[in-house]
């Protein structure tokens, strides 16, 4: 059964671009606009998916607040947060694995497999 991740972040253009990317690699995608989309999504399918990649900045519900939710109500799922902006929660940060944007096929790939194998 390929693993299914779950993608986060308010630019649809982002979105697309990594689901192209995992699911050319074998993955299911889900996507969401927003951390609030996210975990409402979570809360409805609890253990369906394998990794978390969320942006930091995003309106509604930071994906700082997010992987915070994440991981204390599914603390065996995987977190890859990414940004563009050079955050200030870098603390908060150093809990997940983290990509900066824009990022390359092979570098989001090398990330992903890093989580779904640890």
């Known amino acids: ?5 779950l993608v986060v972040d308010d630019e649809r253009q982002l979105r697309g671009y990594c689901k192209a ?3 050319k690699a074998g993955f299911e995608v889900v996507e969401a606009e927003d951390g609030l989309e996210a975990y409402e999504w979570l809360e409805r399918h609890a253990g369906c998916i394998g990794l978390l990649i ?5 309106p509604r519900m930071d ?14 799922t995987p977190i890859l947060m990414i940004s563009g ?7 908060r940060l150093a809990k997940a694995a983290f990509l900066r944007k824009p990022f390359s096929p092979n570098a989001l790939m090398g990330k992903v497999q890093t989580l779904i194998t640890t």
Request: proline letters at 6%.
């Open 85 to 91: 902006f050079s955050s200030k929660a870098s603390e």
């Open 54 to 58: 969320s942006d930091v900045q995003m």
């Open 1 to 5: 059964m390929p693993t299914t991740v």
């Open 21 to 23: 990317v995992l699911m």
């Open 63 to 76: 994906g700082l607040t997010l992987a915070d939710k994440v991981r204390d109500a599914f603390p065996s």
